[in-house]
Structures are given as C-alpha cells and as structure tokens.
C-alpha cells in the first residue's frame, strides 16, 4: 500500500475478534510473567494454537476472606445487626473487605486453582475454611506437571501456612476492631447525594465512549456482537480443556413405572399447575406426541415428576414488501432470518428441557434457540413415563446454524420501536397541522434515522409503517380478547 493511501476498514466482527484475542494473551502473559508457577503452561503453549490454548484453562481464583466481613459481622452481633446502622457504613464494610485481602482477583490455570483446594485438605482443621493462599503463595508447594494436574507438596504447604497465619490472624484482628467500631458508632461515614457520583461519572472518559459505542450501536447488531465474544470468552475461560462439557451423572431413572389412575388424577405439576389443569386430556405434545399421562414419569428421587412448557417460536416473514422494507430501515443487521413476530407452543418438560440442558453442556454455544422442527430432529427415542434419547450432537448443530435468530428478535424488537416512534410523531403533528403536516415530520425523522435521501421515499415507507402500527395493534387486541377469555373460563 502506498504512503498516505487510505487504509481498509476492517469488519466490526474481525474487530472485536483481534480485541477478545489480544485480551486472552495479555491475560495469560501477565499471569506468566508475573507468577512464575506456570510453567507446565508455558510447555503447553508450544503445541497448542493461541485459540485453543487460551480460551478453556483458566480460572478466577477469588479471596475468600471478603465474605467472612459479613459473616462475622452477624456471628458477633446477630442477623439483623445491620438494620440499625447508618446507611454509610456498608461503604465502610467494602473498604474493610478490600483493605484485609492479600491478593487482589486473579486469573490462573484450573490446575493451581485446584492446588489451593487440595493444600487445604492436608492441613483439614488447622486451616480455615474462609483462606486461600495468594498464586505467590501457591508457587511455593507445587510442582507444575506438563498435561497433568501439579503436584502438592505436603512439607511445603506446612512451611507456607505458617508464614501466612500470624498475616492472618492479624487481619481477622482488624475485621473485628473494625466491627465492634461500626457497631457502636465510633465509626461512620455520611453516605451523601448521588447527584455528585452521577454528575462526575459522565464526564469519565470510559463512559463517555460506552455511551457513545450504545448510540452508534443502537440500529444494529454491533452491540450484540461484542456481548456474544465476551460471553464466549468468558464461557471458554473458565471450562477445563474442552468447550463441550461431559454430562452430569444421573440417578438411574425407574424403567417406565407409569402412573396408578389415583396417582395420576391426584398428579398435579408443581412447575406450572394452572398450566397442567388447564390442558385438557387429549392434549399431545406437538414434538414428541406424547400425552399428558405418557409424559408423567418417576424421577431419580422415586417421586413423579413432568409437566407442560411453553416455547416461544418466532415465526417469519414471507411478505416480500415487509422484507424489502425492513432491510432498507434497518441496514445495520444482516437478516439473514427476518420475524413478522412470535407465537406460543405448549410442548412437554422432556423437549422442554433439552434447551437448558444444551446450554450446561456446551457453554461454548451462545444464543441458543432451537423450533419445533429442531427439537423434533434431535429426539431419538421417546418413551412414554420414560426421559428422551437425545443426539446431542444434532442439537449442538441446529443450535449453531440457529444463530442468526438471536440477531432477528434485536432487529425485530428495533422494528417495533421505530414503528411506535414513528407512529406518535405522525400524530402529534397531524393533530395540529393536518395529516398532511404528519406524514412530513414522520417521513423528515425516518430519513435521519434510516439515512434515507430521497423524501419521496421516506413518505411511502412512512405509510407502510402506519399500516404495520395498525397490524401490531390488531394484534396486542387478539391477545388481550385471549387471556380475559382463558381467565373468565
């Protein structure tokens, strides 16, 4: 490229991936340069790629000392001592929290998390349950392995607890001077107005460009984006070695018990009961078929369990004219799935819970959504008074090439809105000057905010969107006319 040549914009999506990836190494580098107990990452690095090496390994280790304030507190002077006391004081106790921790929160590999645990098992009764020893600290007892889990030297935790208990008890000291102090009165500290706090908070820079990020932001998926790579990133970070997680062991379930006709008329679902007596008795669920009776079944505690659930499925839009117009309104978002709006499916606990269960399993996956078709797709087997078989890989695929219905409910939700501004603006002014005078300061509003040049347009896109306001409102109507109904019945 030529001096002075302008240079490409990159996508806000590569953005935002260099971003969260610069953020990973420079957290991992930090924490091995800065604490040398490492080492086995540092031979790990080697063979793995940065995306694979960064995201899954690491977690938070946090001081447990912060919480004991509290509870303290309440071992001294009972639950309800802080109703008394004056409403700056819990400013007080956050100093106190922050002033007795020894190390500030840290980010380490899942394996020196685990060695804090395991060196407090050796000295069970000698250390408290409310310490964790500093990554410092750690460094000192373990023996990092490359590919395993470090080992724990018993001597070396004994050396380094000893060097940290007189700290310790020097610090639960200060906890409860400090308490005894709150609690009489002899110190305290005048909470004040929050004008001042809100006042000088818009004028710090950070918050300056988050704000300034929400409003460019606002008409398209930017915002979205950049909270699904925090999510992921934050997801990876603190799984261990792999993004997709094992399932739970599950008590065996009883084979197929089905339900006595006493059981089953005195069965009521503690989930949802108005729900459950609602449906009526030949309802089926609209995945798996089954009825209300098949899908009772025994749980892992012997007690019957099952119930109905709602989904909420959006549905598209088809019109031609609605999709035209949507995308030329809202350029920003890349419908590749455009909503006209949503609908209400009752659908059995089984399929209901493979959603959730999806979701625990692989924490990789964010915005998960999956239809009737998709839950239909993934079920292997269904048995009545029996838990589904379920392909979890087929669900963990449909949920991926779902991600763009994340996208649709924004852009739908951003719709909505417009129509409703648009809407008030047409009949404020068309109330005063005519409507006439409304389709003008309606179409002048679009054109700013749609980048709309041409008036001509903007005035035929406004009678379009009037046309939707009554479409939305007829049906916000029906809904109404349904619950009074199904709450008069």
């Not at 990159?10 to 969260?20: E, G, H, I, K, N």
């Not at 819970?353 to 998960?368: A, E, G, H, Q, V």
Request: aromatic share 8%; net charge positive; proline share 5%.
């Amino acid at each position: 490229m030529e001096d002075g040549a302008a240079k490409p914009r990159l996508p806000f999506s590569d953005m935002v991936r260099r971003v969260s990836t610069s953020i990973r190494i420079g957290l991992l580098s930090n924490r091995i340069g800065s604490v040398p107990f490492a080492g086995a990452a540092k031979s790990i690095s080697s063979a793995f790629p940065v995306a694979v090496f960064c995201s899954p390994i690491w977690k938070s280790i946090t001081i447990n000392l912060r919480d004991y304030v509290g509870r303290r507190g309440r071992t001294l002077f009972g639950d309800r001592w802080t109703v008394d006391l004056p409403p700056g004081c819990g400013e007080i106790a956050d100093t106190v929290e922050h002033l007795v921790s020894s190390f500030p929160r840290e980010l380490v590999c899942s394996e020196c998390n685990a060695a804090d645990g395991k060196a407090k098992l050796m000295m069970k009764g000698a250390i408290p349950a409310y310490f964790s020893f500093s990554p410092a600290e750690i460094r000192t007892f373990i023996e990092p392995v490359a590919n395993a889990d470090h080992r724990v030297l018993e001597d070396r935790v004994e050396k380094a607890w000893e060097a940290c208990a007189p700290s310790l008890n020097a610090r639960i000291a200060l906890i409860d001077q400090t308490l005894n102090m709150i609690h009489s009165g002899a110190l305290y500290r005048e909470r004040g107005t929050s004008s001042f706090r809100m006042s000088q908070r818009q004028f710090e820079p950070q918050f300056q460009l988050y704000k300034a990020f929400l409003r460019e932001a606002d008409r398209d998926e930017r915002g979205r984006e950049l909270t699904r790579t925090m999510a992921e990133f934050v997801a990876r970070s603190v799984q261990k070695h792999s993004p997709v997680l094992p399932p739970r062991p599950r008590r065996e379930a009883h084979a197929g018990a089905a339900p006595t006709d006493n059981e089953y008329a005195a069965y009521c679902d503690v989930v949802s009961p108005r729900r459950w007596r609602e449906a009526s008795e030949d309802w089926a669920c609209p995945v798996c078929g089954r009825g209300k009776r098949a899908l009772i079944r025994k749980s892992g505690s012997g007690k019957w369990a099952g119930g109905i659930r709602e989904l909420v499925e959006p549905i598209e839009e088809t019109d031609a004219i609605a999709v035209k117009h949507r995308r030329r309104t809202l350029p920003g978002f890349s419908h590749a799935f455009i909503m006209k709006g949503s609908q209400s499916v009752h659908i059995c606990s089984d399929c209901a819970d493979i959603i959730p269960r999806i979701k625990s399993r692989r924490r990789d996956l964010t915005d998960i959504y999956l239809k009737l078709d998709d839950l239909r797709s993934c079920i292997q087997t269904a048995t009545a008074h029996l838990p589904h078989e379920v392909d979890w890989e087929e669900v963990a695929r449909r949920a991926q090439s779902n991600q763009a219905i994340a996208s649709a409910w924004d852009a739908y939700w951003k719709h909505r809105y417009l129509t409703s501004r648009l809407r008030h603006i047409f009949r404020v002014f068309a109330k005063e000057g005519g409507e006439a005078r409304g389709l003008e300061e309606a179409a002048e509003e679009l054109m700013f905010v749609a980048e709309i040049d041409e008036k001509s347009e903007a005035l035929h896109l406004i009678r379009w969107f009037l046309q939707e306001d009554e479409h939305f409102g007829g049906e916000e109507a029906r809904r109404k006319a349904e619950y009074h109904a199904r709450k008069a019945s």
